[in-house]
């Protein structure tokens, strides 16, 4: 099994609880691989239970997937992204669709980079129809992708 976490990069601090509760869960039953985004938010919250997990990961690999190269991704994401086993580099050109290009490739995989379709895809979101997590959520779908929805709140939400 090959899980997916993708989610809001404006995840308000009282929704942590939530993804590491979620991480657990799936590190319950390791699986093959975890994937990660790399960004900041659910990404990164997502990533950071998983590393404290780490006692309980047996052969689980965990591997980033930056749309750049991680000397680009945020400051506070980068100590974390290098305990992963694994950090793909896509190195592609700065823009909003490499964003969801990255996340096309989390889920469908990809020979070039070697990484395996996914299984499963837990997105954290607020529910909005817009915007990269919920372009994600409907790509995993398209593609037959189990898809488990953890309700998180943005940072703006009152």
Not at 137 to 144: H, N, S
Request: proline share 3%; aromatic share 6%; with cysteine.
């Amino acid at each position: 099994m090959i899980v997916v976490f993708s989610g809001l990069r404006d995840l308000a601090p009282e929704s942590r609880s939530a993804i590491v509760f979620a991480v657990g869960e799936e590190i319950v039953k390791l699986p093959a691989e975890l994937r990660f985004g790399g960004a900041l938010g659910c990404d990164h919250a997502a990533l950071a239970a998983a590393i404290q997990y780490r006692h309980s990961l047996g052969d689980t690999r965990l591997t980033v997937v930056v749309p750049f190269m991680v000397g680009e991704q945020p400051v506070s994401t980068r100590e974390q992204i290098r305990e992963a086993h694994r950090v793909v580099e896509m190195r592609l050109e700065r823009s909003k669709a490499a964003y969801l290009r990255r996340n096309d490739t989390m889920l469908a995989g990809d020979r070039w980079y070697e990484l395996l379709p996914a299984t499963k895809l837990v997105a954290f979101t607020d529910g909005r129809e817009t915007g990269g997590t919920a372009y994600t959520i409907r790509k995993a779908r398209e593609l037959g992708i189990e898809t488990k929805i953890v309700a998180v709140r943005a940072l703006d939400a009152t």
